[in-house]
Every structure is written in structure tokens, then in C-alpha cells.
Nanobody, 123 residues
Framework: QVQLVESGGGLVQAGGSLRLSCVVS????????MGWFRQAPGKERAWVAT????????SYADSVKGRFTITRDNAKNTVYLQMNSLKPEDRAVYYC????????????????WGQGTQVTVSS
């Protein structure tokens, strides 16, 4: 059983920073592509970023490119999302996800999901 637990969300002023963490249980973390998605009130869940199994490759949604950075530490079974220059429109519940086929930008690319962590950005 693979479980994902996110943390690090909270309330921050516009222009501020937060770092989200996602700890993954199980011995196969280093084989998964990992992703972050977010869901704002009244909107569908949207892809934010993806990182491959080794951490050598990552990709980002245009809305966060240059402000957010996804990284991973395979020794700690953890993936991170560093969020800088936060904007009110970044407010959402952020979810991490694990994909046994390498991950991607689609919801269906992922097999396991966390419960989410709330990020609120005040203007």
C-alpha cells in the first residue's frame, strides 16, 4: 500500500513563499514519477509540476513556471514544491501524486494521491 502525506500549507501574503512536502510510504518511491496538482474553489484539479524518478527532469504549468520548483529526495521518500512569489490566484488545495509509469501532466498519469494541503494567499 502506497500512502502520500502532504504538509507545509498555510496562509501567506502575496509575494511570500511556502515549501510543500509530500512523504511517500513504501519501498518503491524512487521508481515513481511524482507530480503536484492543485484545486481552487469551484475549479477542476489542475496540474502544477512533475518530476521524474531520478530528479533529473521536471516540467511546470505555465502559470507557475519561474516561481515554483519541484524537487525530490529519494533517500527520504519525499517530494517538495518550493513556491515563491505567491499570488492570490495560487490559492488552492495542493495534492501530490505518484505515477508508476513516470508521471505526466494528466490526472490519469498517476496511481496514488495524497489528501491535500491548503494554501491560502492574501492580497
Amino acid at each position: 500500500q502506497v500512502q502520500l502525506v502532504e504538509s507545509g500549507g498555510g496562509l501567506v501574503q502575496a509575494g511570500g513563499s511556502l515549501r510543500l512536502s509530500c512523504v511517500v510510504s513504501g519501498r518503491t518511491f524512487s521508481t515513481y514519477g511524482m507530480g503536484w496538482f492543485r484545486q481552487a474553489p469551484g475549479k477542476e484539479r489542475a496540474w502544477v509540476a512533475t518530476i521524474n524518478w531520478s530528479g533529473s527532469s521536471s516540467s511546470y504549468a505555465d502559470s507557475v513556471k519561474g516561481r515554483f520548483t519541484i524537487t525530490r529526495d529519494n533517500a527520504k521518500n519525499t517530494v517538495y514544491l518550493q513556491m515563491n512569489s505567491l499570488k492570490p490566484e495560487d490559492r488552492a488545495v495542493y495534492y501530490c501524486a505518484a505515477g508508476s509509469k513516470g508521471g505526466g501532466s494528466w490526472y490519469s498519469d498517476y496511481d496514488y494521491w495524497g489528501q491535500g494541503t491548503q494554501v491560502t494567499v492574501s492580497s
